[in-house]
């Protein structure tokens, strides 16, 4: 689950990490009333959506005073920003934060993620804050510091303070940054984030070490443990609505911008189909788990799902009975053909437990459908079907 930049900073405030002073804007009579909060003067007016790359999408600007400030929130507010992790369709502004404007002296890079290679959390620092660390880590990954942390102990102090060496912080500046970075951490353990970065951090004019920027990602399989909490972070107008309305149904579902819509049990085989429908010449429209059961109920909800997206011009069924059985399976296909309205062409593959005797009522079911035998069969004749 994503979070915008001003909760993020109030996560981090509450942990003692610095931050610059800043308020949430939610309606555009809100602005004059912050700036005076904030002492007037220079100010910066971020957009609020759940992307990276605002600056360079104009959704962040620099502004000095009342008026201006009151202008150039009024042409972020509502705008329809595209960054590079927006997507050509862009997101638009419905949140702003007014922020007091900030002596930079120098700007660094820091993030903490999960290394799945080495199973524990590691942190990745460097000099050219304000950079996408993809594009260091491509360019100059001589310049990327990693350090990582042993699940059960956490960061140590010392492996802190080599990263403020590392950085070249010195002084004051070093026990400031050590203190941000381990500060930073236990938000990391204790809210269950899957990613923590701040890009830029900074080290000001009058030596103050803190966070200028913030994006903090929280890993929804801990959900349990902060029910109570993150309701009252997400913001719904973020996220695509059939993910949503998937997300009532147990279904795992991610939009994607392709014309094959995909309902599949297990997220391994369903990335395995979307990268074999891009083999056989056509783009996968979504990735979709219906999860281990695939009864009539949850895959009638699985092409309502994807038949909601009006880019789809074919669906592909593919699933594993393993603990299910196929011929189980292939019955609760039918049912839910019969409750929802498919209109384009539709191909079936299941393999598994009784997978033949499955083909045979599929067959039999009078239903317009393809079966097909095999996972490139299926692929073939799904494109084939729309093409």
Partial sequence: MKIHEYQAKALLKEAGVLVPNG?????????????????????????????????????????????????????????QLVTHQTGAEGKKVQRLLIEEGMDIKKEYYFGIVVDRASECPVIMASTEGGMEIEKV???????????????????RPFQATKIAYGLGFEGKAVRQASAL?????????????????????????????????????????AFYRHKNIWPELRDLDEEDPLEIEASKFGLNYIKLDGEVGCMVNGAGLAMATMDIIKLSGAEPANFLDVGGSANAE???????????????????????????RCDRIANGIIEATKMVDIKVPLVVRLEGTNAEEASKILEESGIEMTVARGLSDAAKKVVAAFK
């Fill in 181 to 221: 970075f381990m500060n930073l951490y236990k938000v990391f353990e204790t809210r269950d984030c899957s990613m923590a970065e701040i890009n830029p951090l900074i080290e000001t004019g009058d030596g103050r070490v803190l966070a200028l920027d913030a994006k903090v990602d929280f890993d929804d399989n």
């Fill in 298 to 324: 949850s895959v009638a909800n699985a092409f309502r799902i994807i038949l909601s997206d009006p880019n789809v011009k074919a669906v592909l069924v593919n699933i594993f009975g393993g603990i299910v």
């Fill in 137 to 155: 880590a491509e360019e100059t990954p001589e310049k990327i510091i990693k350090e990582f942390i042993d699940p059960a102990l956490g960061l």
């Fill in 23 to 79: 308020v949430p804007i939610f309606d555009l009579d809100q602005v004059e009333a912050a700036v005076n909060e904030l002492g007037g003067g220079t100010v910066v007016v971020k957009a609020q959506i759940h992307a990276g790359g605002r600056g360079k999408g104009g959704g962040v600007k620099v502004v000095n005073g009342l008026d201006e400030a009151k202008k150039v929130a009024g042409e972020i507010f509502g705008m």
